[in-house]
């Protein structure tokens, strides 16, 4: 079992940047790969970044240039940096862990909200 815990979450107007964090306790050699995803009100969740347990990074079209995501191992955290921010990344955040046996479920945590004022 792992556990997340995300936080920093909060209100930024435009052009304004935040940092998410997720805190991740317990079996965390298990995990394969660790990713944000976002969901808007009315909207599907959606994959913003990943990171492997090798460390390639990936990003949705939308973020890239604007978000990085990272990885302390001494601190088992996994973080967001949202440079830029705009409106339309209003959301609620989520991280997300996957496991290296497929036949696990993938781990969430409960998620921060991030709203972005014009």
């Known amino acids: 079992q792992v556990q997340l815990v995300e936080s920093g979450g909060g209100l930024v107007q435009a052009g304004g940047s935040l940092r998410l964090s997720c805190a991740a306790s317990?079996?965390?050699?298990?995990?394969?790969?660790w990713a944000w995803y976002r969901q808007a009100p009315g909207k599907q969740r959606e994959l913003v970044a990943r990171i492997t347990r090798g460390g390639s990074t990936s990003y949705a079209d939308s973020v890239k240039g604007r978000f990085t995501i990272s990885r302390d191992n001494a601190k088992n955290t996994v973080y967001l940096q949202m440079n830029s921010l705009k409106p339309e990344d209003t959301a609620i955040f989520y991280c997300?862990?996957?496991?290296?046996?497929?036949?696990?479920?993938?781990?969430w945590g409960q998620g921060t909200q991030v709203t972005v004022s014009s």
């Open positions: 997300n862990a996957v496991p290296l046996i497929l036949a696990i479920p993938a781990y």
């Open positions: 317990g079996n965390i050699f298990s995990i394969n790969a």
